[in-house]
């Protein structure tokens, strides 16, 4: 999702991103409309962490596949490990939206699914930047 050509490359990436990040929540949803427990637990946060990744490029256009995915892994652990203070679970108490972006109770083996998340993360960056980069080179 890295971009070229000034504004026009970034508002591109930019697009880019805001599509990764629409698909990314309509998979965690359907995610949970047809699997229960762990699976979809799992699944959850593994797609929470492509979600940051990919807000992190559309804040940030221009960005690493590996710092973004670094960002993306970075946050998720800081909200996980966040979760052991009690301040996540009172805010969730009170805000669906506090429940939906920091959780309420610590799970160390969330902690290997956000790394799962932002490696999926990544490669897909990666993937789309190089992709990007051989379509402008042959213009």
Do not use: C
């Not at 959850?44 to 590996?66: C, Q």
């Not at 979760?83 to 969730?92: E, K, N, W, Y």
């Amino acid at each position: 999702m890295s971009g070229s050509g000034g504004s026009a490359g970034a508002l591109r990436v930019r697009a880019t991103a805001v599509g990764a990040a629409t698909v990314t929540v309509a998979a965690g949803l359907a995610t949970r409309a047809v699997a229960e427990g762990e699976a979809a637990k799992y699944a959850g946060d593994a797609l929470y962490t492509v979600l940051v990744h990919a807000l992190v490029v559309l804040a940030v256009p221009r960005v690493r596949p590996a710092v973004a995915a670094g960002i993306a892994l970075a946050f998720s652990w800081a909200v996980e490990f966040l979760q052991l203070t009690g301040i996540p679970a009172d805010l969730s108490r009170h805000s669906v939206l506090a429940r939906l972006v920091l959780g309420s109770t610590f799970n160390a083996p969330d902690l290997f699914w956000y790394a799962a998340g932002a490696a999926a993360g990544r490669l897909v960056h990666t993937a789309v930047a190089k992709r990007r980069r051989n379509v402008d080179g042959e213009r």
